[in-house]
């Protein structure tokens, strides 16, 4: 049996979405026992499927971790505690990503020789059903060599437990792929990675999303702004796209007729069927949904979370590392 600890209140959206997203997962799954954390009275259609643990204390979005740490009524932290508690295999929430990634650090703990936990997310690429698995994507910002080898070693493990194979191909993102491209901490990640019988050398940003590469290494920074650059693209260009099909008459027919065409691109590109990143390197599976989740994309971070925490991925990163 899995057993998973939702913060119920955390994301934009509330309970409305959090208690669909719980209610359609256990329709298709026996094998998990959730703990709701959360208002009782509010939680009251659900109490028979779940266990509540009661809180009607919220974390703000831009809560510091010193205030994260001193509320302790507030749901992400009593979800988090709970994991220990209850001995529990994951936990989920869409509030604050900064307290959700702090608390689950210091509470949890980190993996034995592990020195930075990464946040890690599986992102589309232009081969139908293929995903990349991109680390670190913001859970720090400064990163030495030996993090950028670790990342490698865990972004494996990840891989495995989510897809169910090796990862074949992993590389650093640089500047060039020339051996001599790239700033110090790149160069010398460099050095260490090929220590990695799958690591293939450096992959320009361009080439990322192609599809050929299975685990993608970056430090935060970089990481980061490359998710969040890749994500404003696909924005941009879909308001183009809608803003050119309404033009006219005759492109709204254009736009009829090519319809069916164009369904499995803005498919591959829908950042809800992920629905969340990992925290991965401490002691537990700890997903961040987006913080605007509706409850498909809330539904996709517990899957997401069921299906890590089934296949063991903790104990895959202690073997791997």
Known sequence: ???????????????????????????????????????????????????????????PMECGVMQAMRQKDSSCYKAISAVNEEKADGVLSAGSTGAFLSLATLINKKI????????????????????????????????????LYQFAKMGEAYYKAAYGEEAKNINLVCNGTEEGKGN???????????QNPHYTGYIEARHVLDGKCDVCVFDGFTGNVFLKGVEGVAKMMGGMMKEAFTASFSSKM????????????????????????????????????????????FGNALTLTYTLAKNKMVDQIKQNL
């Open 254 to 297: 254009g736009y009829l007729l090519a319809k069916k065409s164009f369904k499995p691109m803005i498919k591959l590109m829908d950042y809800k069927r992920v629905g969340g990143a990992l925290l991965i390197g401490v002691n537990t599976v700890a997903v961040k949904a987006h913080g605007n989740s509706d409850a498909y994309s």
């Open 1 to 59: 049996m899995v057993k998973i600890v939702i913060d119920m209140m955390g994301g934009d959206n509330g309970y409305a979405i959090t208690i669909e997203a719980v209610k359609n997962f256990l329709k298709q799954h026996d094998d998990c026992e959730i703990i709701a954390v959360g208002d009782e009275k509010v939680l009251e259609p659900i109490k028979d499927i779940v266990k509540i643990i009661p809180s009607q204390s919220i974390l």
């Open 184 to 194: 110090d901490l790149t160069k010398k990640a460099n050095v260490l990675l090929k």
């Open 112 to 147: 034995p020789g592990v020195e930075r936990p990464a946040l890690i997310s599986p992102f589309p690429t232009r081969i139908p059903g293929k995903s990349v698995v991109l680390l670190d994507v913001g859970a720090t910002s400064d990163n030495s060599p030996e993090d």
